[in-house]
């Protein structure tokens, strides 16, 4: 199976299973599109009636290139034997989301957990829970030498404390249970001083930061609780932690909403301050709200993403590029066969602990007490709850088993899912629809990056 597009002067195939990714002329790229359906005889009859100028030799050759394709694996492959993925439940643990804090000191209008407070006592976590999490973590993490943490709200930095003293307990036991962990910080970026700067340089692997563009998008929802826009206050913060990381890993995650679908112009905005590792997120909400997305919206989404692409590559080669989270795909190696059909392990590999100790398949279930896996001093008991989300791959949704970009997104968000459909086995349409144009746009730019390469050297693109 095959998945043929057209961008920015680029005539792309995409080899599904094996992710091969061919760029060609006209007529080589209409030829692999008949030849699936028709065979030799037939693509060549209909490419010699369509490209009159080409030879009956040079058609021979073209039909020749691509049956040598097929005989490597590189086009029309075969699917992946979806038999590997039927035990996903019974993976180790490899990481935690810890909500440290169920309040916030900003009230962010689509903000999925209540405006951040997720419930109104804005309960916040003991350093004995977060170290019973911990505990739990590595208990269950089998053969696993790196875990991975997330400290998460609410707002961290609202128990600030806690978040170095859970810190602190992990690498005193990093010795003795033979793990390393790697901690990532979530912020609003308003409690950003000096401590919290030099802390987090020494012991994040990666930091979150939370600003969502030009200072009129940004205000318009993420306000402080005294009700005034936070984009003054909280940039020049954001900027002193991120020159101050120098080369450690950070990114800017953005939030789009109706009400910037023009949402390019807030990642340009953001890349125009010196941030140079960002990210834009579609808002996630409950339908009819006056900033929810809607299919009626996907054109114009569709056109940002394209939009961003192009001016992406045109500063690239003035020296001015900067990296967008979902246009960075790896086309030589790529996530291992596991992760791109059960993706990112949510309710088997992932889990995260509320304040209270409560353990979810993730942070956008937290609360949900149907989706109650257990407790960080009872441990992780309902076997059957991680058996559901193990067996919620690709493989085994019907609605992805003829989906192009089912190994891209291995099957997308289950909580998106869960609250479009009432199913973590459903789909978010336009979710599905965004991720296809998001992996479209990456893969062109991977080609335009191919072909200027190849043009400097003096050779023509493969």
């Avoid at 790196?146 to 600030?160: A, C, K, S």
């Avoid at 009129?216 to 993420?222: E, L, M, P, V």
């Avoid at 993706?343 to 353990?359: D, F, K, Q, R």
Wanted: some cysteine; glycine content about 12%.
């Amino acid at each position: 199976m095959i998945h043929t597009y057209k961008q920015n002067g680029f005539n792309i195939i995409l080899d599904i299973a094996s992710g091969a990714i061919h760029s060609a002329d006209d007529a080589a790229y209409d030829a692999v599109c008949i030849y699936e359906e028709a065979g030799h005889q037939e693509t060549g009859r209909r490419i010699k009636e369509k490209y009159r100028d080409l030879s009956d030799d040079e058609i021979s050759e073209l039909l020749s290139d691509i049956e040598a394709l097929i005989a490597r694996g590189k086009l029309f492959s075969p699917d992946v034997d979806p038999e590997v993925f039927d035990k996903a439940e019974q993976r180790p643990v490899k990481a935690l989301c810890l909500n440290v804090s169920h309040a916030c000191d900003m009230t962010c209008a689509y903000c999925f957990a209540n405006r951040g407070g997720y419930t109104k006592d804005g309960e916040l976590m003991s350093f004995e829970t977060g170290k019973r999490a911990i505990d739990v973590l590595v208990q269950n993490s089998g053969g696993r030498k790196t875990l991975d943490v997330d400290f998460f709200g609410g707002e961290p930095l609202l128990n600030w404390g806690v978040v170095k003293g859970i810190v602190g307990y992990a690498r005193s036991v990093e010795k003795e249970c033979g793990k390393k962990f790697r901690f990532t910080l979530t912020t609003n970026g308003t409690k950003i001083d000096d401590d919290v700067i030099s802390f987090t340089n020494r012991e994040m692997h990666n930091v979150v930061l939370s600003v969502d563009g030009r200072p009129g998008t940004n205000d318009a929802f993420r306000k402080l609780s005294g009700g005034a826009g936070s984009y003054s206050d909280v940039v020049p913060k954001i900027q002193r932690l991120v020159q101050a990381r120098r080369n450690k890993d950070y990114y800017i995650r953005s939030t789009y909403t109706k009400a910037n679908l023009d949402f390019s112009g807030d990642v340009l905005h953001l890349a125009d301050l010196g941030f140079t590792e960002l990210s834009s997120e579609p808002v996630v909400s409950e339908t009819g709200r006056p900033y929810s997305l809607t299919m009626s919206d996907l054109p114009e989404l569709q056109k940002q993403y394209e939009i961003l692409a192009v001016e992406m590559l045109r500063r690239s080669r003035i020296g001015k590029g900067f990296s967008f989270y979902h246009f960075r795909m790896d086309l030589t190696g790529g996530p291992c066969v596991h992760k791109r059909t059960a993706g990112c392990g949510v309710g088997t590999e992932y889990l995260a602990v509320a304040p209270g100790g409560s353990i979810y398949p993730c942070h956008q279930f937290v609360g949900e007490e149907g989706f109650l896996i257990g407790d960080v001093w009872g441990g992780i008991r309902n076997g059957g709850l991680r058996r559901e989300f193990g067996r919620s791959n690709i493989h085994n949704r019907e609605v992805c088993k003829g989906c192009w970009a089912r190994y891209y997104c291995s099957g997308g968000c289950a909580a998106n899912a869960y609250y479009a459909s009432g199913s973590i086995g459903g789909v978010y349409e336009l979710g599905c629809e965004l991720l296809k144009k998001r992996v479209e746009c990456a893969i062109m730019m991977k080609v335009s990056a191919a072909a200027d390469k190849s043009t400097k050297h003096g050779t023509g693109p493969d």
